[in-house]
Every structure is written in C-alpha cells, then in structure tokens.
C-alpha cells in the first residue's frame, strides 16, 4: 500500500517564537492538510486557557481547511513525571493529562501523545518507576476511552528516560497495560539512537503503531529533512511495504530552525512529497 501526501502532517514545536497563525499560514503554503499540535506557551499552554480560547484555536485550524490529527501537551521541559517517587508530581502529572485528553476531544482530535516519564538514572527505583507509569498509563487509558481518544506512547532517548527507550521497553510497557486505547509510537531519532527500523516496530506492534514523528537527525537532533543523515527513502520503503496507515509527523525542534522555521517545514515537505507519489 503507497503512502499518501495526506498521511504527512507538521507541529508548531519550531514556531515557538513566532505566532501560531504563521505556523497554520505555512503549512497551507506547502499543501500541508493535517497538524500536530504541539500544547505548550506560548501557542496552546492549556492550563493558563479559557473555553473560548481553546474554541478559537480550534477555529483558527478548521476555517484554514486543516485536521489537527495529535494534541502533544509539553511534557519533557514542564515538570511532568507519571513516574515519579512524589505523590504530587505524579498527582499533577496525572491531572495534567487528564485535561490534555478532554482538551483533545474539544480540540476535535483522538489523539494524545504521551510518555511514561523516567526514574532515576541510578536505576535505585527503576522498578518502582516502572510500576508507578504503568498504573497512571492505564488510569489515563480509561479516561481516553472515555473520551474516544487514542495515547500515542512515545519512546524516547536514553537519556531522556530509563524506562520506554526502545522497541523492547515499548513493547513490554504494552503488553503489560493491553489497554486498547494505548498504542505505540515512534521516533525517528530514538529508533535511530537505538539502531532500529521502521520494519521492526511494524513487525513487533503491528495495528498497535498508531503514529510516527518523522525527522532526520544526525543521528541525534530533531531536523528537517536533508539536514542529516537517515535513510528517508528506506524508512519509507518499510512503511509502504507494510501498509502504515496513520500520519507521519514532522516534529523539528533544533534551535538552528528557529529564527526561519517555514524553511524547515518547506525543506522537508519538498523531499517527502517528492518521494511520495499521491
């Protein structure tokens, strides 16, 4: 089964100094049809919202004609942990989540990226950690049900997190949740790090890969495309020979983007659309 222009979608990560219409404006440019939004100030810091603004940014995407196809709260740089040893990181973690899902559906989206959070790098309470992201990753999953949202778990660097790092971490995480509404995702970059390949996550989750983000790196970094060294060609042979059918999202983040960050999105989406036929 081809990939399809349609599946690619872009987020407003490197747009983090400019307004948020700049971003929606560009990715109408490039004959973008879907977004990732990234939920973070100073474009969509939830907590600090009222209804009316969250229904204008909803309004400020569809009036464009674009599908906002994943809500991904910022999770790495603001103090969330559902891992965590302290009962109120964990506690607000959990609510910090909890919104992001009902800000999903208002938002018109079924998706929510999110992660497991980490213990600590001394291993003193990966266990522990392991154990206490599992039972909050199944209270959201409830509450996702709820909702009719899907939780795209994320994995993440060595160096980010001691816990969902690879295919192997991930894989084991979903198997011990066997939530339905909890599926894996990837990033380029982590897989990279990892030295994995799309066709091994498709062959381990199947169905239960339920998004991508998808950059070139060097390996590490988050760049547009051309501006690394990953095989784009070969990661897109993968998903095609198995049938991916969910979005490829460019999430680039690298500070050299952020004073042009339209270049980045156009770079990208001049090489991915040229190696992608419909």
Not at 158 to 171: A, F, I, M
Request: contains cysteine.
């Amino acid at each position: 089964m081809k990939l399809k222009r349609n599946q690619i979608a872009v987020m407003n990560i490197q747009y983090k100094y400019f307004p948020l219409s700049r971003f929606l404006d560009d990715a109408v440019e490039n004959g973008v049809e879907n977004i990732e939004l990234w939920g973070a100030a100073p474009h969509f810091y939830f907590p600090e919202m009222s209804f009316r603004e969250i229904q204008n940014t909803r309004h400020e995407i569809e009036r464009r004609g674009l599908k906002l196809i994943c809500l991904t709260p910022e999770q790495c740089v603001y103090p969330v942990n559902l891992a965590s040893e302290s009962r109120e990181t964990r506690r607000r973690s959990l609510r910090f989540f909890e919104d992001s899902i009902r800000i999903a559906a208002e938002l018109g989206t079924n998706k929510v990226l999110v992660t497991t959070g980490t213990g600590y790098f001394d291993q003193s309470d990966r266990q522990e950690a392991w154990n206490r992201a599992a039972e909050n990753l199944y209270a959201l999953g409830d509450v996702a049900a709820h909702y009719g949202v899907t939780l795209a778990l994320e994995v993440l660097r060595r160096d980010e997190s001691n816990l969902v790092y690879d295919l192997e971490s991930l894989r084991r995480m979903l198997s011990e949740l066997s939530h339905k509404q909890i599926g894996g995702m990837i990033d380029t970059i982590p897989m990279a790090l990892a030295g994995e390949s799309p066709k091994q996550y498709l062959d381990a989750l199947g169905d239960r890969l339920v998004h991508i983000h998808f950059i070139d790196g060097a390996p590490r970094g988050h760049l547009a495309w051309g501006d690394g060294v990953l095989d784009m060609q070969q990661y897109l042979q993968e998903l095609e020979a198995y049938g991916y059918q969910n979005y490829l999202s460019l999430e680039i983040t690298d500070g050299r983007y952020y004073m042009d960050p339209s270049a980045s999105v156009r770079q990208s989406i001049e090489r991915l659309f040229g190696a992608i036929s419909e």
